[in-house]
């Protein structure tokens, strides 16, 4: 291996440097919403059992305040409304965040190739003789992939750090389904609460995150039931923390 070599493999060879790169790539991608799911669909579901928590918790504290019943609804909608625009800012901020940042990968492979070509050859050789290619039919395949660029630079970012420039969506898309994803848990949890005052917003808040729960273990191909399981255990639990510990405040203020 000569010098300049070494310097662009850091001291490795071909396959110690592909190996890292790899595994730079999987860590890379490891998202908030992941590859696997569309970033809408996920954003939209964690946007949705977000707000099936965030209202019955503020429920929970305007009714140990003794706030009329009128003022709690128009007060939850108000919040809903705030906290739509939120999700949709920070989701599609988040969305350009990754997206700005794998523009700046794209830029650094760009670089690599035009100047290290000798190098991603080597590196497309020890990626392909994985894949079970060899001798004339293995040069055959790094000939065509170096002869364009663009399918060059498509490769080695995918291949070599394992991002999927397909799974990339405009920020804008993703922020829409947090808002989306707001929107509808919101009506459900608080139509809820309308036809039934008393104990209706945890009804709406476990239905949207039953439902939120079943879409993302679908899409995701995991287990739908575990998932909602444990996604509804968690919500009861943070309910009745909070509920125990506004009681106990409650009846601390009145001895007092």
Request: net charge negative; aromatic share 12%.
């Amino acid at each position: 291996m000569s010098d300049n070599q070494s310097a662009h493999f850091k001291g490795k060879d071909a396959i110690g440097h592909v190996a890292e790169a790899q595994a730079h790539g999987i860590i890379s991608a490891a998202e908030v919403h992941g590859i696997e799911t569309p970033g809408y669909l996920s954003a939209g579901c964690d946007a949705g059992r977000e707000t099936a928590i965030f209202l019955p918790f503020l429920w929970l504290l305007m009714t140990f305040l003794h706030i009329p019943a009128a003022d709690i609804v128009s007060s939850l909608a108000i919040f809903s409304l705030g906290w739509l625009f939120w999700k949709l800012g920070r989701s599609a901020w988040l969305g350009w965040f990754r997206l700005e940042r794998l523009n700046r990968v794209l830029e650094e492979e760009r670089w690599e190739i035009e100047h290290h070509r000798q190098q991603e050859r080597d590196e497309l050789g020890v990626l392909y003789a994985t894949k079970g290619f060899e001798g004339k039919l293995l040069e055959d395949v790094l000939d065509v992939l170096m002869a364009d660029n663009s399918r060059l630079l498509k490769v080695m970012v995918e291949e070599e750090l394992g991002l999927s420039l397909a799974s990339s969506e405009h920020p804008l898309k993703q922020g829409m389904g947090a808002a989306m994803g707001v929107f509808l848990s919101a009506l459900v949890c608080l139509a809820a609460f309308f036809v039934w005052p008393a104990y209706g917003i945890f009804f709406g808040s476990f239905i949207s995150i039953s439902i939120s729960s079943y879409l993302m273990a679908r899409f995701a191909g995991n287990e739908v039931i575990p998932a909602i399981i444990w996604n509804l255990g968690l919500a009861i639990l943070s309910f009745g923390c909070v509920y125990f510990l506004l009681d106990w405040m409650s009846v601390l203020a009145r001895n007092v």
